[in-house]
């Protein structure tokens, strides 16, 4: 009697541990299976391939998706994909074969190939979807261009250029192209030249110049919307423009010292002049040293005209204001012409200088420096 007891207990012990190496064993192969990243899926598998009604079913354990495609026949190419549906019904997988379609792209100047599988499509199909295979023998997809770029990774502006629709079916060989388009601010310069405004002058000899104020070059700017289509320009539009006015250069030109006179003011019509070009008509001569200035545009003298050449400055005690007279150089070389007295000046008032002849410009008063002239007083 005792010894049965212990026999059972013997069997029973065995059980126990044939039952904990099963469990062990059991673990072990499900934990291989996993550290090995292999896919194990229910016993049955039911195959369909994109766009057939045909279901494979095929009863597997411990096989991979692959594996279970390869028992099927379908062919499966290494851009093809697939899609795991776990028990659509108990103890049932499904498995949906999804074959690559070649999308041939022209991007940013070069041509790339995108695979394109059923399982991009982003919003399925509510209608039956038709065959994956056209009359044509064309493999269609129910993928959209857009939804296809999308899972590729290829971004379309909204001011890109598609030559096909996006929303329309990628099929095998499909060819597309995406013109890249961008905007951009240009300014476009066109400079304008100056122009050279001549004083003459009898300081310089005939011909020869000298820059009193330099010139500037005016600048017209026009601003502009490009549009470029894959970096080439396509459309401008004039928005609008700027411009800053040439600045005219100044130059003295000389003419000798016999055929120009600085004096602007117009010689009365009865001054008559001899043959060596001194007048006939004048009461008396006055001799002495002469200065030169010049001054700002507008100025006036001290008699209130205006400051222009042919106003000269005296010693009103001397010379009244509003006295007429024809200057010349004492050696006949230089001829300042007909003057009227209207201003006066420190120098003159000491008695250092005779007349103060003015000019346009500084760099032509220094240019006359100081001269002996002969003042003949007009009658």
Not at 177 to 197: G, L, M, N, P, Y
Not at 353 to 377: T, V
Request: include cysteine; charge should be negative; proline fraction near 4%.
């Amino acid at each position: 009697m005792q010894t049965e007891q212990i026999a059972r207990q013997r069997v029973f012990c065995r059980k126990r541990w044939l039952g904990k190496v099963f469990l062990t064993l059991l673990l072990g192969v499900a934990a291989f299976w996993l550290m090995t990243g292999v896919t194990q899926i229910s016993s049955r598998v039911d195959v369909q391939e994109e766009g057939t009604d045909t279901v494979y079913t095929v009863y597997a354990v411990q096989m991979t998706p692959e594996e279970i495609i390869a028992k099927t026949g379908i062919p499966f190419g290494p851009n093809d994909r697939y899609t795991i549906e776990e028990e659509v019904s108990p103890g049932i997988t499904m498995l949906h074969v999804y074959h690559s379609v070649d999308l041939y792209l022209t991007v940013d100047g070069k041509t790339v190939t995108l695979p394109v599988t059923g399982d991009m499509q982003k919003e399925k199909e509510t209608e039956e979807l038709p065959p994956a295979d056209t009359a044509e023998g064309v493999r269609r997809t129910q993928v959209s261009l857009a939804d296809a770029l999308d899972a590729n990774g290829i971004l379309v502006g909204e001011r890109d250029i598609v030559s096909l629709p996006l929303t329309e079916k990628v099929y095998h060989g499909m060819q597309v192209t995406i013109q890249r388009v961008s905007t951009q601010r240009t300014a476009v310069e066109t400079e304008k030249s100056f122009d050279i405004e001549y004083k003459y002058t009898p300081l310089l000899a005939e011909g020869e110049t000298q820059v009193l104020r330099e010139g500037k070059t005016g600048l017209l700017t026009r601003y502009y919307e490009d549009t470029l289509v894959d970096g080439v320009l396509s459309d401008r539009v004039f928005l609008d423009a700027t411009y800053e006015e040439p600045v005219n250069q100044i130059e003295l030109l000389g003419v000798g010292p016999s055929s120009y006179i600085p004096s602007t003011l117009e010689a009365p019509e009865w001054l008559e002049f001899d043959e060596n070009g001194i007048p006939l008509n004048y009461s008396k001569v006055l001799s002495g040293r002469a200065a030169a200035y010049s001054a700002y545009d507008g100025a006036k003298t001290a008699s209130g005209r205006d400051a222009i050449p042919g106003h000269i400055a005296v010693n009103p005690e001397i010379i009244p204001y509003g006295t007429e007279m024809y200057i010349v150089s004492q050696d006949g070389s230089y001829v300042y012409g007909y003057a009227i007295a209207a201003d006066t000046g420190t120098a003159l008032m000491d008695g250092l200088i005779i007349a103060d002849l003015y000019f346009n410009s500084y760099e032509e008063s220094c240019q006359f420096g100081i001269k002996d002239i002969d003042i003949y007083i007009l009658e």
